[in-house]
């Protein structure tokens, strides 16, 4: 049974121009990228330190046909992927592929909570004990800092995660009238927060991510550099650290976040 079940261990990006995107977030927030050719499409490998921590590939016709967005979406670690999807579609959320095996890496399926929140279910292949140790949290440049859910009813959906993944409550914050922010963790460790949507946030429900900076300051300077945009801060949060949310040049929303402004 894995240690990191119901943690975040993956993050992937969805685009239409894969060699832009490369570019963009490589130079916003650092990584560096290693291609893996698979049947029909190229995977590319996003690393921090030399280790991945996440992935992207560019949308096919298909997959745009298919109703496919550009977009970011994270990978939750389960210890059965079938099991948990039929639990996503008994609570009445949905499940928009799989589930469905990976050769040579592992199963997923790609589903969505009830109030239609995206991610994925996945489990490695046992080669070593079923386990794929989670990326590094918090302050650590080029790994993912922070796991943010924009829900339409943050009580309801913390439900939801809690039945599925056995996430338990955290610290909470309240919000005033943005209502009360639910921090929520798993096998001890504080993964992110979830908050009710606040009305003036366009879209539907759906999970942002904080992409971890050297230096927040600078890191703005590259996203408009690089053609994206700033569109929610930057801000100071409890605890110190500094967050920004933006757009990159597709209009993808992805958020960074630096102990240093």
Request: aromatic share 10%; hydrophobic share 40%; proline share 7%.
């Amino acid at each position: 049974m894995s240690t990191s079940q119901g943690k975040f261990i993956w993050y992937e990006l969805m685009t239409n121009d894969a060699a832009a995107a490369e570019r963009f977030y490589g130079d916003v927030v650092g990584w560096g990228a290693r291609k893996m050719e698979g049947p029909g499409m190229t995977y590319t490998v996003l690393e921090a330190g030399g280790n991945g921590v996440g992935g992207m590939f560019a949308l096919t016709k298909q997959m745009c046909d298919g109703g496919a967005r550009p977009g970011w979406i994270g990978y939750v670690a389960v210890n059965d992927v079938d099991a948990s999807a039929a639990k996503v579609r008994e609570a009445g959320g949905a499940v928009h592929m799989g589930p469905a095996d990976i050769p040579g890496i592992g199963r997923f399926a790609t589903v969505a909570d009830p109030q239609g929140a995206a991610f994925v279910l996945f489990r490695p292949n046992p080669g070593d004990g079923g386990q794929m140790p989670a990326p590094a949290y918090m302050m650590k440049p080029g790994h993912v800092g922070w796991n943010e859910l924009r829900a339409g009813d943050e009580k309801t959906a913390f439900g939801f995660y809690e039945g599925l993944l056995g996430w338990t409550k955290a610290d909470a914050m309240d919000m005033g009238e943005w209502g009360t922010y639910q921090m929520f963790a798993a096998g001890g460790e504080t993964l992110g927060g979830m908050m009710t949507k606040p009305p003036s946030t366009p879209g539907a429900p759906h999970w942002q991510f904080y992409f971890t900076v050297d230096g927040l300051d600078a890191a703005i300077a590259r996203l408009k550099a690089g053609g994206g945009e700033v569109v929610n801060g930057p801000h100071q949060v409890p605890g110190g650290s500094w967050i920004v949310e933006g757009r990159d040049p597709e209009g993808v929303h992805f958020a960074l976040t630096s102990a240093q402004k």
